[in-house]
Each structure stands twice: as C-alpha cells, then as structure tokens.
C-alpha cells in the first residue's frame, strides 16, 4: 500500500485541476477571496487603530506615514502567516460547493449517498482549522527566526508543519460527507499537505490553492477506495 500512495497523491493532484475551471469553483473562488480581503481589511484597520491611539497617547512623531508604513508591515507579516489559514477557513464554510460538485462530476454514485456537512460542522472546523494554525506556526515562530540564518531551514519547517495542519484540514472536508469510507491515511494526508502548502507559497497560484486543495482531497479519499 505505501508504494501506491505517491502515484496515488500526483493522480488525484492532476485530476483536482480541472475543477478549477468549473462554474462551482469560479463562484467558491469569488466567495473566499472576497472575505479573505474583507478580513485583512478589518485586520489592517484595526491595526492602523490601535497604532494611532497609542502614538497620540504616548506622543510618537510621525504622523501618518509612520502609522501606514507600521500598518503595511504588519499586514504583509500577519499576510504571510495567516493567508493560508484565513482562505482555508473561509473557504471550509462553503467547500461544501465544489466538493459536491466534484463528486457529482466523477463519483455520482459517491455523490449520491453523501451526508450534508450543514453550516454548523463547517464553522466548527474552520475554528478549529484557525486554532491548529495559529497556535503551530506562534509556537514555531522562534525555530523559523532562527533557522533564517541556513537559508532554506525556515522554508523547509514551514513547509513540513504546515503541510500535516494542511493535510488535516483537508481531509476534514471530505471524510465527513463519507463515514462509511476509511479515512485518509496519515502519509497521504501529509503528502496532500505538502503539495497545498507549496502552492500557497506561489504568487497568484496561492490564491487557486484552497479550491484546488479541496479537489484534490475529494480525489485522495474516492481514489483510496478504488486502490483498496
């Protein structure tokens, strides 16, 4: 079985592709870059808030620009840790869209004795999704400061963390709908994660990298059961 889940892993890889070019997938994609916007928009606000009331208590020089130039390097900072994690969680609320849509597409049979996840589960682990991400990567951070100096040891952390916290929240999206299936093993979960977290790390693929990520977990737990 461990000989076949690296093949099975770039199978389901290639065959969640496609899905990214389906109508279900185009409006997922509109839903989570719009309130993964509107959440470092508040974000960058509240940040922009809490600098200017302390720079007016405290009498900081400055002005303005000291209060956008702190503002801007704090969003791109939290941008690079919590984009991941926020676009994940915000697309968990509705993976239910272009997770039906794939099954319905290449497992109908699948699709048609698949349980509901409803609002309340998805938001539950989206919460929960947030919760791992946050607490792992905080708890990491002095390891990926300190690891700056090898070059590639921050990037290489990075990776292997979250592709487990990756892996995860993927395979929470689909195993749900199919109690009756046996869950993702643990290595193609990681090796799922792996291949999301280095999309994420890409300019512009990053942002295709939650619905791809789904497609392909969709793939993982149906094509798992065919090699069974």
């Known amino acids: 079985m461990a000989r076949i889940v690296g093949p099975m892993i770039l199978t389901a ?30 974000l960058g606000g509240g940040i922009w808030a809490g600098f200017h009331a302390l720079r007016l208590h405290y009498g900081w020089g400055g002005g303005g620009l000291a ?9 791109v900072a939290l941008g690079w840790l919590l984009f991941r994690a926020t676009a994940m ?23 048609a004795t698949a349980r509901s996840v409803g609002w309340a ?31 590639v040891g921050t990037i290489a952390l990075f990776l292997a963390l979250n592709a487990y916290l990756l892996g995860r929240d993927m395979a929470d999206m689909v195993e749900p709908r199919h109690p009756a299936l046996p869950p993702i093993g643990g290595g193609s979960r990681w090796l799922m994660g792996l291949l999301s977290a280095i999309a994420f790390l890409l300019p512009l693929v990053n942002l295709l990298a939650p619905i791809w990520s789904a497609a392909m977990a969709v793939h993982m737990l149906h094509g798992q059961r065919k090699s069974a």
């Open 89 to 111: 969680a915000v697309m968990g609320l509705f993976a239910d869209d272009i997770i039906e849509a794939v099954e319905r597409q290449s497992y109908p049979e699948a699709a």
């Open 13 to 42: 890889a290639l065959r969640a592709f496609p899905s990214l070019f389906h109508g279900a997938a185009l409006r997922l994609l509109l839903k989570t870059l719009t309130l993964t916007l509107l959440i470092f928009v508040a």
């Open 121 to 151: 589960r998805s938001g539950r682990y989206a919460l929960a999704s947030v919760r791992r991400t946050l607490g792992w990567n905080l708890l990491a951070l002095p390891a990926y400061l300190f690891l700056l100096v090898t070059g």
């Open 67 to 75: 209060e956008a130039t702190v503002t801007a390097l704090a969003v």
